[in-house]
């Protein structure tokens, strides 16, 4: 029989949206007791070469610092945006928004999202009411009403009232309280890099509407910018066998100049762009968050 563990929440996922629940229900209950289930070891900094770079609102940036970890995200891996161009190749039609307009110091800022989850799983291990356990494989799952949910795990029974999955976008919580996702692929490929400018940035976040998908570059520290190109299966192809050199003439080209001439400060990287929808959020005692719940275009 393997050890069962009580708990008042058990969250299966310590990815940027698991950590961030499981802290702020310590944060808020404090007598509420976490157990966090993460199939991957503890991220670390070194192994780090995710060029991911996610966007997000004051409301998103409020539970970072409500959490602790936005004061040591803002000295080395956040960037404010001031401004948002939007353009597209075929027509006329430009937007602009500014922090000006809806009078804020900025409309949001650029994370690093590897450096955000690392910050992040540290403050987990450091809080009382939690209890993190990294590598480790879910078994089954019991979930019924009358009882406490339970999953077990190659290290033991976790059990609670609510247990959260937020373990991504193939979610095994999902699958194992059998509610069904609808997935659809965007037939396109993203394609991500950080680049430098010859021209400054601006602390704009620009996109632009292509034949193909859509392009945005958004600005980091240093006139660095994070770039996320969709395109269709063949461009995707072709511009990856390119050149770094032709790459980023390209690049250029496709945003008109507007930033001069790029350069890359580190290798590509492309992977197919899905959605997926769950068909519920919730059976029982089990509640779907995160790209668990939902995910769609990275620039939707
Ligand atoms: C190029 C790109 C740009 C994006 N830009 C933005 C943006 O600007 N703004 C924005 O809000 N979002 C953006 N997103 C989306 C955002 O990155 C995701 O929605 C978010 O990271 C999802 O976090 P998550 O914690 O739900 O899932 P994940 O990050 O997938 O984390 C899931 C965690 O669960 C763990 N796990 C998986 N299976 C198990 C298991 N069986 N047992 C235990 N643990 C398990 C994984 O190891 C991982 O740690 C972007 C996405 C992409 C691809």
Redesign the pocket.
Not at 37 to 40: C, Q, V
Not at 52 to 56: C, N, P, Q
Not at 166 to 173: F, V
């Given at each position: 029989m393997s050890k069962q563990n009580n708990y008042d929440l058990v969250v299966?996922?310590?990815?940027?949206?698991?950590?961030?629940v499981a802290l702020l229900a310590a944060y808020k209950m404090p007598k509420c007791r976490v157990a966090l289930?993460?199939?991957?070891p503890r991220l670390s900094l070194q192994q780090h070469n995710n060029q991911?770079?996610?966007?997000?609102g004051q409301l998103?940036t409020g539970v970072l610092d409500t959490v602790g970890v936005f004061k040591d995200l803002q000295q080395n891996a956040c960037f404010p945006y001031q401004r948002m161009f939007i353009w597209d190749q075929h027509s006329r039609g430009e937007l602009e928004f500014s922090s000006n307009d809806v009078d804020l110091p900025q409309l949001g800022h650029?994370i690093d999202?590897v450096h955000c989850?690392y910050l992040l799983q540290r403050a987990l291990e450091a809080h009382p009411q939690i209890d993190v356990v990294f590598d480790?494989?879910?078994g089954e799952l019991e979930n019924s009403e009358n009882t406490l949910a339970t999953v077990s795990?190659n290290k033991g029974c976790y059990s609670a009232p609510l247990i959260v999955a937020?373990?991504?976008?193939?979610?095994?919580?999902r699958r194992l309280a059998k509610i069904s996702t609808n997935q659809h692929s965007y037939e396109q490929i993203?394609i991500?890099a950080k680049i430098a400018c010859s021209l400054p940035h601006q602390n704009t976040a620009w996109q632009r509407f292509l034949k193909d998908g859509p392009l945005?570059v958004?600005p980091l520290a240093n006139n660095q910018c994070s770039i996320?190109w969709s395109c269709k299966q063949p461009y995707a192809q072709r511009l990856n066998v390119m050149s770094d050199k032709e790459f980023c003439l390209e690049l250029a080209e496709a945003l008109e100049h507007r930033l001069g001439e790029v350069s890359l400060v580190n290798p590509r990287q492309s992977?197919p762009?899905n959605s997926n929808n769950s068909a519920r959020y919730f059976n029982q005692r089990i509640v779907l968050?995160?790209?668990?719940?939902h995910?769609?275009h990275?620039?939707a």
């Open positions: 299966v996922g310590a990815g940027l949206i698991g950590a961030s289930i993460e199939r991957s991911r770079v996610v966007a997000l998103a650029m999202s989850n480790t494989r879910i795990t937020a373990d991504g976008g193939q979610s095994s919580i993203g991500v945005g958004l996320v992977f762009l968050v995160g790209d668990a719940a995910s769609i990275p620039l």
